[in-house]
């Protein structure tokens, strides 16, 4: 009932590496089973991600200038007023969570994962990532205990600059919504209707004909299931983290939260063979009420400069302009390559 739907398109060329030779390049459309849009494998070969030498970003100079960095933090970083957070903040472990300066929605808070500037892949450690989601766990159920009718909870974070990140110093976002931003309300939208028809849970559906395809599924936890996407939102894939019985964010306990993680750190493990360094994360909990037909996913996307020379995006105007993902690596590929680090 899940339909993989693919094209297959050619386009010819005269070859300048082989004499002029007629040459046929192939590019692969696919079309996204749950949101139903389209993105693009384009064959020009796999992207090198190159390493960074992060020494030049954690130097005293730039730590002074960090608002997140322990001597600034309490100085000039915004608090919550009384009737949301009494304390002014919110802290555990490392973590420390405070509004944004620069909202996004009515609540638009940061959480600041570490006390140091800079933390590389290889040292974003279960801890540090545990204390970050609980922080901002702890804080999505303090405000929905406030009655404020806002049924979107989502946490997304861009990590290290090439994903957007304006601010070195780890820090993921919290967002609590009656706007959920395009991709969540259609996965919401879509699921729907897809249980109204087949009465039957997408999430549960997908991680089950995926298992049973393989082709796409990277493994599982107790509770979860990881998948490379069939049709992924970012240049070098994207990555599935599905559970798929569990829901709201009243539904995330403990073990939930370590099994996150543990996903991630197999995910990073990957990346950190491969010289990514960097991504986009958002973590989908199911609203109130949609329980029977969506579940908790985490969207994993690695992000790069396409080369360290002029540091281009790796979004352009394919994605800006026509809205229209477009990926260098087969996610069936991708995922023989990633299965040893699971
Ligand atoms: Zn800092």
């Given amino acids: 009932m899940i339909e993989f739907k693919t094209k297959v398109l050619t386009t010819t060329i005269l070859d300048p590496r082989e004499n002029f030779d007629r040459k046929e390049i192939e590019t692969e459309i696919r079309i996204d089973p749950l949101i139903g849009e389209s993105s693009r494998l384009a064959h020009f070969g796999r992207l090198n991600p190159q ?197 709201t964010i009243f539904d995330v306990d403990e073990t939930v939260v370590d099994e996150l993680i543990s996903g991630l750190e197999r995910l990073f493990s990957y990346f950190i063979s491969l010289n990514i360094y960097s991504f986009n994360m958002g973590l989908f909990f199911a609203p109130a009420g949609t329980e029977q037909y969506f579940s908790l996913h985490l969207r994993l996307i690695p992000r790069l400069y396409l080369n360290l020379v002029h540091r281009p995006s790796d979004i352009n105007a394919m994605q800006m302009v026509l809205q229209e993902p477009f990926t260098v690596v087969y996610p069936e590929e991708q995922c023989a390559e990633l299965r040893p680090f699971w």
Avoid at 110 to 126: D, I, T
């Fill in 51 to 247: 390493k960074e030498d992060f020494s030049s970003w954690d130097t005293p100079e730039n730590r002074s200038r960090c608002p997140f960095c322990p001597t600034n933090i309490e100085k000039i970083t915004p608090r919550f007023p009384p009737e949301h957070l009494p304390d002014g903040y919110l802290h555990k472990g490392e973590t420390t969570l405070l509004p944004n300066i620069s909202p996004y929605d009515q609540f638009s808070a940061l959480a600041v994962m570490s006390r140091e500037h800079v933390v590389p892949l290889e040292k974003l450690s279960p801890h540090l990532l545990k204390d970050a989601f609980e922080a901002g766990l702890e804080f999505f159920r303090i405000i929905a205990a406030k009655k404020y009718e806002l049924p979107y909870y989502t946490i997304i974070w861009n990590y290290m600059p090439p994903s957007g990140g304006g601010i070195i110093h780890p820090h993921q976002q919290l967002i609590i919504s009656d706007t959920p931003g395009n991709l969540f309300r259609k996965a919401l939208e879509n699921s729907r209707r897809y249980y109204q028809a087949h009465r039957q849970s997408y999430w549960k559906e997908i991680c089950r004909v995926e298992k049973e395809k393989g082709q796409r599924f990277i493994g599982e936890l107790e509770r979860s299931c990881w998948l490379t996407s069939f049709a992924p939102l970012g240049i070098m894939g994207e990555f599935l983290g599905i559970f798929p019985d569990v829901h």
